[in-house]
Nanobody, 120 residues
Framework: QVQLVESGGGVVQPGGSLRLSCAAS????????MGWFRQAPGKQRELVAA???????NSADSVKGRFTVSRDNAKNTGYLQMNGLRPEDTAVYYC??????????????WGQGTQVIVSA
């Protein structure tokens, strides 16, 4: 059974930091691309950052320079380090694991989400 479990969310003041974790099981973690998405109340879910199986990363313009996505394959865990948090970063954050081979999606799984609240 595939399972992705996010953790590390919480309430922080503007300018603070959090590190989100996504623990994966039931998949060959080193072969998946991992994305972090967020959904604020009343807003569409959006991609925040992603990391490929090869370690290449990308992030949304709104978080570049502040958020860093990484992975530890030995621990089957992905991370999102969030620095310089702003109130507009408030959202439920979800991790996603995808394996695509020649246009075929082999895996596409989501975690349950972890809440991040940035408020003074």
């Amino acid at each position: 059974q595939v399972q992705l479990v996010e953790s590390g969310g919480g309430v922080v003041q503007p300018g603070g930091s959090l590190r989100l974790s996504c623990a994966a099981s039931g998949i060959i973690f080193r072969r998946v691309a991992m994305g972090w998405f967020r959904q604020a109340p009343g807003k569409q879910r959006e991609l925040v950052a992603a990391i490929t199986s090869g370690g290449s990363t990308n992030s949304a313009d709104s978080v570049k320079g502040r958020f860093t996505v990484s992975r530890d394959n030995a621990k089957n865990t992905g991370y999102l380090q969030m620095n310089g948090l702003r109130p507009e970063d408030t959202a439920v954050y979800y991790c996603n694991a995808v394996r695509v081979l020649f246009g075929t999606t082999l895996y596409d799984y989501w975690g349950q989400g972890t809440q991040v609240i940035v408020s003074a």
